[in-house]
């Protein structure tokens, strides 16, 4: 298979962007890969763990001559990164993101990139709750989502092209608007980890004996909510504070659904209580059946 691009480069080197390099080099998608990053130690390390061709600290010079450029910075780093490296992007270069936040990052980049740049941005609903370059793995796509959520002012080509090379990736890929794909993914990931960050964070501040209990005995309902809430912070900060809107929506919602359940408990209406559960139960297995659990 010949190479897809002569050479890509990653702005920011973490989890996800050194699993793109990866991925990239298992499938022979680029002739060169490079990378840059604001720490001089995550450089470092990225290039002692041969994630990509070379790491460095200057972005802009990493992004000349690329012909696809994918900023992997936290959702409220992309702005500066797309000023940063605007001045050297040569015409016909894809732009692209990994944000789980869309339209907060399509106003915060388009603004800065010139005419001529085909910015597709996107976002791999793929992760673990690790992060930093040392977390990276090729095969972290593999049958997971891509979501694109091109402008109307995007190149078709472009976006082609880009889709081919998420697949490339191992990703199954499909389109939405970014507006749509927030309000969606607040419910399906963003409204998950806030629940996760508040159940450990609330078992962290029991008291004395109870605390100490709650991590020994710590069941694997509890477990897997640990795991989520271990997840990046800077990450997952600028998540909530640039998905506001869509993030408070639906955490109204929840909110009137535990006053619901709430209520059931305490009026013993069991009823109503194996009704949702059982309701529930089949969306865990619908989730099972798509090979999305």
Excluded at 14 to 37: E, F, H, Q
Excluded at 81 to 110: E, F, H, R, T, W
Excluded at 129 to 158: H, M, Q, V, Y
Aim: with cysteine; proline share 4%; glycine share 8%.
């Amino acid at each position: 298979m010949s190479a897809m691009f002569d050479k890509i480069a990653l702005v920011g080197i973490g989890l996800i962007g050194g699993s793109i390099a990866l991925a990239a080099r298992r499938a022979g998608l680029a002739k060169k890969i490079v990378a840059a990053t604001r720490r001089a130690e995550t450089a470092e390390t990225a290039n002692r763990l041969k994630l990509v061709d070379h790491c460095g600290t200057d972005l802009a010079a990493a992004c000349e001559d690329a012909d696809l450029v994918i900023v992997c910075t936290p959702v409220g780093a992309c702005g500066e990164a797309a000023k940063a490296i605007a001045p050297v992007l040569k015409k016909g270069c894809i732009v692209s993101d990994v944000g789980s936040v869309k339209q907060a990052v399509v106003d915060a980049m388009a603004p800065h990139l010139p005419a001529g740049v085909h910015f597709v941005p996107a976002h791999p609903v793929a992760g673990t709750e690790n992060s930093g370059p040392e977390a990276a793995f090729a095969e972290l796509f593999d049958g997971r989502w891509t979501i694109l959520t091109p402008l109307p002012e995007s190149d078709p080509k472009a976006v082609d092209r880009l889709e081919a090379f998420w697949k490339a990736l191992g990703s199954q890929v499909d389109r939405l608007d970014p507006a749509h794909h927030d309000r969606i993914l607040a419910i399906t990931s963003h409204l998950p980890h806030l629940i996760a960050y508040t159940i450990v964070g609330t078992a962290d501040d029991l008291g004395g004996h109870l605390n100490a209990e709650v991590l020994r005995f710590a069941a694997g309902g509890f477990r897997d909510f640990t795991r989520i809430a271990a997840s990046d912070p800077t990450m997952w900060r600028d998540v909530f504070l640039y998905n506001r809107d869509a993030v408070l929506e639906v955490l109204a919602r929840f909110q009137e659904d535990l006053f619901y359940l709430q209520r059931a408990i305490r009026w013993g209406e069991g009823d109503k209580l194996f009704d949702l559960f059982t309701r529930t139960r089949e969306i865990r297995r619908a989730l099972i059946h798509l090979n999305q659990a």
